[in-house]
DNA sequence: CTCTGTGCAAAGCGTTTGCAAACGA
DNA sequence: TCGTTTGCAAACGCTTTGCACAGAG
């Protein structure tokens, strides 16, 4: 379990219930759209507003202890930064899951057929998910 | 270089100066944004709307000889469909190159950890090209 | 000649911004 | 108390749509 107050302390946001409810979501599902994220908050605040839920995104991802996710064909999703891990996500129903494989020998490769600095690699794999075959 | 006429005709879309315009376009340059594009074929007509560069580009990608192609922290490029293969991207500049690299046993793997069917994968380096280091 | 595509203007949507009131520290 | 955050409404920018005219086949 993640300490969000202490999360967000460190990164100068206060500590406010829709801070905490954000983290909360995103801990709990792993992975949400902008709306999903709306759609949770609604049931916990009466009226919390969607600009309130992209200022905060917007900051926590600003200060990158939170990360997008682009998926192809599909709406971005959000998670709390953690160590390295690719992504599958399934092409039916949109769910979107880490998967966690050793990239060292691609990044080797990447590395020496180009002259790049390279410094981050994002992976995701499309198909179809247990329960949607 | 492509024959674009018959990719058009193939997929029941009528040749125009405009279609050939883009395709031509993407060719040349690999990766184009919507604005880089619209930029580029307002040099060769008078009066292109935007309107005709979204319809054609989703029609386009809609018949998949066409992709788009989603970046981690910038805007989407476009690119005419080609053989598997992975992208590197220049923080600083923008630029967006194609890289091939063998990928079958990293999918081998995220096929046995995972109980997805597996159907294509999206890769996308990072960092800092040599014209910007 | 017929049907599709283009360009324009308007509409639509997701995202951002400005501001007054509420809240955290 | 002081600076930050919230919620609302307005503004914004990108994308789509409807329609009349032009152009491809």
């Known amino acids: 379990m993640i300490d969000y107050k202490n999360l967000l302390k460190e990164n100068n ?10 983290m909360d ?8 759209t902008i709306d999903g994220l709306y759609k949770l908050l609604v049931d916990k605040f009466d009226s919390i ?3 309130t839920i992209y200022k905060n995104l917007n900051a926590m991802v600003e200060k990158s202890f939170v990360e997008e996710v682009k ?3 599909q709406k971005s999703v959000y998670e709390i930064s953690k ?11 949109g769910m979107v899951e880490d998967i966690t494989i050793d990239l ?8 020496t057929s180009s ?8 992976l995701v794999f499309s198909g179809i998910c247990s329960n949607c075959k």
Chains 1, 2 share one sequence.
């Open 25 to 32: 979501g995103l801990d709990t599902y792993g992975h949400l």
């Open 71 to 73: 998926i192809p064909n």
């Open 83 to 93: 160590a390295a891990h690719s992504h599958l996500t399934c092409n039916n129903c």
């Open 115 to 122: 002259d790049f600095q390279i410094d981050k690699t994002n």
């Open 49 to 51: 507003s969607l600009a």
């Open 13 to 22: 946001l206060k500590v406010t219930p829709q801070r905490v409810a954000i």
């Open 104 to 111: 060292k020998t691609v990044i080797a490769k990447a590395k």
